[in-house]
Every structure is written in structure tokens, then in C-alpha cells.
């Protein structure tokens, strides 16, 4: 409940078996007041009044029945709905990593290995699972299903995802420029994921474009020798002794 009713009154549902008007107005009023707030506590700048905030629950109020959600002017409640869901996400993936830092340095982990295991596992775990059951249940159309959304996904959170945070990141810090540390890992973790590009891209069309054991075991073992290795590096068991210039 603690965590319900918040997103209950700031995400607008117009949904017919979850219709409520009084939950309705009040997440059209409060949803405003929530973004000022969230802006503010990083910006420290104000950028939307109360007034804006009283306006859209006048309107919603007036526009709105108690018995059905509106059926007309659907997109405004639809898109208020989707950016107030993106802003919870956001919140609540902010502090999970929050969490996760706080872990590391209680226990002594490097963000390093936290990163490629508990967040990367987390992230992925859903895909895996969903990839699984549509590869072993799905027949064919499930494998080519699992299969690009393998890919997909990750190729959206780079482009779209890494592209959209590194604009706004810009635009905040602008007109001061963003520098990216150039660490050793950030490289060694882009030539393992080369290395399964191209052993998928080398290895399906000579297997026919079926991805049987040896194309799976292969991916396997690559994610493993990396995982071994960037585990070992990171808790000092072996150095690549690889030069690296700043």
C-alpha cells in the first residue's frame, strides 16, 4: 500500500475496470506537482506552478463522469499515463542503483563486478526467461522470435537508450562537455560482445542458419571466459597487464 497509493494518485488510469474519477482528478492535479518536484530536487529550478497543477483537475473534474472513464480525448489521459509509468520507472531504477552502490561499498564490492553480474543479471533475467520457453515451446517461429529478441533488445537499449540519456545528459551539463571515462573494462567488455557478434554472424550461416548446439555453446563459453576473466581481474586473482593509455 505504501508504494500503491503513491502511483495510484499520480498515474492517470482510465482503464474501464480500474475507472475512478476521484483517483482520476487527483492523479491529473498531483502528477504536475510530482514532475515539479522531481525537477526541482536536481535542477533546483522551478518549472511548473500549482496553478497548472489546478487547472487539469478543474478540467478533469468538470470533464469526467463518475461511472465510465471518458471515451473522447483519450490520448491526453493515455500519454499522461505513459510518462507518469516511464517517471516511476525511472524513480525506482534510480534507486535500485542507489542501493546497489550503497551495497558495494558496505560490503567492500567493486561497482565493477556489480555491474556485470547483479545489474546485467537482473536486466536480462526477464529476456532470459521469455527467450527460453519461446525457444523450447515456440517451434520455429518461437526460435526466430527468441533470436531477435535477443538482439533487439539489447540494440535498443544502446541506440535508443544509451543515445536518449547521453542527449539529455548534454543538454543538462551544456555548454560544459561530458567526459567519458575511458576505463580498460569499458573496452575489454565491447570486445567479448564483438567476439559473440561475430561468432553468431560466422557460425549460423554454416550451420544452415539453425542454431543448434555448437552455435550455442560457443555464445556460452564466450559469455563465460568473459565473466571469468573480468571476475578475476576485478578481485586481483589476474592482470592482463594490457597497456592503456589515458
Same mark, same amino acid.
Given at each position: 500500500?505504501?508504494?500503491?497509493?503513491?502511483?495510484?494518485?499520480?498515474?492517470?488510469?482510465?482503464?474501464?475496470?480500474?475507472?475512478?474519477?476521484?483517483?482520476?482528478?487527483?492523479?491529473?492535479?498531483?502528477?504536475?506537482?510530482?514532475?515539479?518536484?522531481?525537477?526541482?530536487?536536481?535542477?533546483?529550478?522551478?518549472?511548473?506552478?500549482?496553478?497548472?497543477?489546478?487547472?487539469?483537475?478543474?478540467?478533469?473534474?468538470?470533464?469526467?463522469?463518475?461511472?465510465?472513464?471518458?471515451?473522447?480525448?483519450?490520448?491526453?489521459?493515455?500519454?499522461?499515463?505513459?510518462?507518469?509509468?516511464?517517471?516511476?520507472?525511472?524513480?525506482?531504477?534510480?534507486?535500485?542503483?542507489?542501493?546497489?552502490?550503497?551495497?558495494?561499498?558496505?560490503?567492500?564490492?567493486?561497482?565493477?563486478? &556489480? +555491474? %556485470?553480474? /547483479?545489474?546485467?543479471?537482473?536486466?536480462? @533475467?526477464?529476456? !532470459?526467461?521469455?527467450?527460453?520457453?519461446?525457444?523450447?515451446?515456440?517451434?520455429?517461429?518461437?526460435?526466430?522470435?527468441?533470436?531477435?529478441?535477443?538482439?533487439?533488445?539489447?540494440?535498443?537499449?544502446?541506440?535508443?537508450?544509451?543515445?536518449?540519456?547521453?542527449?539529455?545528459?548534454?543538454?543538462?551539463?551544456?555548454?560544459?562537455?561530458?567526459?567519458?571515462?575511458?576505463?580498460?573494462?569499458?573496452?575489454?567488455? &565491447? +570486445? %567479448?560482445? /564483438?567476439?559473440?557478434?561475430?561468432?553468431? @554472424?560466422?557460425? !549460423?550461416?554454416?550451420?544452415?542458419?539453425?542454431?543448434?548446439?555448437?552455435?550455442?555453446?560457443?555464445?556460452?563459453?564466450?559469455?563465460?571466459?568473459?565473466?571469468?576473466?573480468?571476475?578475476?581481474?576485478?578481485?586481483?586473482?589476474?592482470?592482463?597487464?594490457?597497456?592503456?593509455?589515458?
Amino acid at each position: 500500500m505504501p508504494l500503491y497509493i503513491p502511483r495510484r494518485l499520480t498515474i492517470p488510469d482510465v482503464s474501464k475496470e480500474r475507472w475512478s474519477k476521484p483517483f482520476a482528478v487527483a492523479s491529473v492535479s498531483l502528477s504536475p506537482l510530482f514532475l515539479a518536484t522531481l525537477w526541482t530536487s536536481q535542477s533546483g529550478e522551478h518549472v511548473m506552478s500549482p496553478l497548472l497543477s489546478s487547472s487539469l483537475g478543474i478540467i478533469a473534474m468538470e470533464t469526467t463522469e463518475k461511472s465510465a472513464p471518458p471515451e473522447k480525448c483519450l490520448m491526453p489521459w493515455l500519454a499522461g499515463g505513459f510518462l507518469m509509468s516511464v517517471v516511476w520507472s525511472y524513480i525506482i531504477a534510480w534507486e535500485l542503483v542507489a542501493l546497489l552502490v550503497s551495497i558495494g561499498d558496505i560490503a567492500g564490492i567493486s561497482p565493477l563486478v &556489480l +555491474g %556485470f553480474t /547483479v545489474s546485467a543479471w537482473g536486466n536480462s @533475467l526477464g529476456d !532470459l526467461i521469455a527467450n527460453t520457453a519461446l525457444a523450447v515451446n515456440g517451434g520455429g517461429d518461437g526460435v526466430q522470435i527468441a533470436i531477435s529478441g535477443c538482439y533487439a533488445g539489447p540494440v535498443f537499449n544502446t541506440l535508443a537508450g544509451l543515445g536518449l540519456s547521453l542527449v539529455l545528459a548534454s543538454v543538462a551539463s551544456h555548454p560544459s562537455a561530458i567526459a567519458v571515462p575511458r576505463h580498460r573494462s569499458i573496452f575489454e567488455t &565491447l +570486445g %567479448f560482445l /564483438v567476439g559473440g557478434l561475430l561468432w553468431a @554472424l560466422l557460425m !549460423l550461416p554454416r550451420r544452415g542458419m539453425k542454431p543448434d548446439k555448437v552455435v550455442g555453446m560457443g555464445l556460452l563459453s564466450i559469455y563465460l571466459t568473459f565473466l571469468c576473466s573480468r571476475l578475476s581481474e576485478s578481485l586481483g586473482l589476474m592482470k592482463l597487464g594490457i597497456p592503456f593509455g589515458v
